[in-house]
């Protein structure tokens, strides 16, 4: 049984669950923790029911935790949550000190193949991280750290309790949406950690938590059903920056990805069909949440136009696509 940690609101819930299906369809055994950061996303996930999951709300999550409230107020709501990341773990294995390995996730991940992968290169070390492992495209990124928060393992152990603690504590220091003494929100903490730490491992797997601010280094195949990031499974995609503009047009990573869009489309339309089911069990259930709409960026358009620019990377969403 492989446990696994994330948290959503109500504006993730469509996410939340998408990355709920993708770990059913792998057919591994799972336990997901669900830090429910409003009472809207608590009280449908505790109607839907779903078998594997494990609710917590926001009121459990801050019992006796001073130090946490204590800056909620300085902090914006994404702040908040970011500055929450570190005590998750922390909170669980407090609730249930049998788990060996707890695998966080950012909700907006979504698995193509066995998340066992993510264990095979923790092997027998206490923490996992992954690099962000910028394409070229993307070098203006580097402050936003070297490794990328989406997905970590943690052992249930002395060290990597010491590492989450330490990590808690710099993000309840300082945790903003900001650049500033070689921060930003809770990720750049996590630059020394090979060195400062024991036995964290730097995932080598570019199948884990593959982004669009990597995937053009690598491309995007499908081989006889399987999904594939240059030679590699595609173990599991982080979709950030995924703008649903209308029922029938996506704005997908951002217009910096040197693919095109036809090859993003092959694991971007996927996830829309898993939204979409997402969103067909609300309705069933009596949630009619709607995905939420970005509206059309036509300042980006415009100004994209204006300096004779490539407009990308906008995915038309066929009959069976919608939203």
């Known amino acids: 049984m492989t446990n696994f940690c994330t948290y959503f609101d109500t504006n993730y819930i ?19 923790w669900v830090l429910c950061f409003d009472d809207r996303s608590y009280e449908v996930l505790k109607a839907l029911d779903l078998p594997g999951i494990k609710l917590i709300t926001e009121k459990e999550f801050e019992h006796n935790d001073e130090a946490l409230v204590a800056v909620k107020s300085s902090r914006t709501r994404v702040e908040y949550y970011w500055t929450s990341t570190a005590s998750l773990p922390l909170y669980i294995f407090k609730q ?13 991940t979504y698995f193509f193949s066995s998340p066992s992968a993510i264990l095979t290169e923790l092997g027998d070390g206490n923490v996992m991280i992954v690099p962000h492992d910028y394409s070229v495209e993307f070098k203006d990124h580097l402050e936003a750290g070297i490794y990328n928060v989406g997905i970590m393992a943690f052992r ?26 070689g921060q930003i929100g809770d990720q750049a903490y996590l630059n020394d950690w090979p060195e400062r730490f024991d036995k964290v491992v730097v995932c ?17 195949n499908i081989i006889n059903g399987q999904y594939f990031i240059a030679s590699t ?16 047009l996506v704005f997908i990573g951002g217009f910096k990805i040197n693919l095109p869009t036809r090859v993003l489309g092959l694991i971007y339309r996927p996830y829309i069909h898993a939204l979409e089911r997402a969103k067909d069990l609300l309705y069933k259930y009596k949630f009619p ?13 415009t100004g994209r136009i204006a300096k004779k620019q490539p407009v ?9 696509d919608t939203v």
């Open 233 to 248: 499974p595609l173990v599991c995609y982080h979709f950030h920056y995924v703008r649903i503009c209308t029922n029938k």
């Open 156 to 181: 249930n152990n002395k060290a990597s309790l010491e590492c989450l603690q330490w990590w808690r504590e710099r993000c309840i220091e300082w945790c903003f949406w900001k650049y500033e003494n």
């Open 96 to 108: 249930d000190p049998s788990i060996v390995i707890l695998i966080y996730l950012d909700a907006d």
């Open 14 to 32: 469509h996410k939340g669950l998408a990355l709920y299906d993708s770990l059913i369809a792998q057919k591994d055994p799972f336990t997901l």
């Open 312 to 320: 990308k990377h906008f995915l038309w969403l066929r009959k069976n």
């Open 204 to 220: 080598k797997n570019i199948g884990i938590n593959a982004a669009p601010w990597n995937v053009a280094k690598y491309g995007v």
């Open 289 to 301: 949440i709607e995905i939420p709409k970005s509206g059309v960026p036509w300042r980006y358009i």
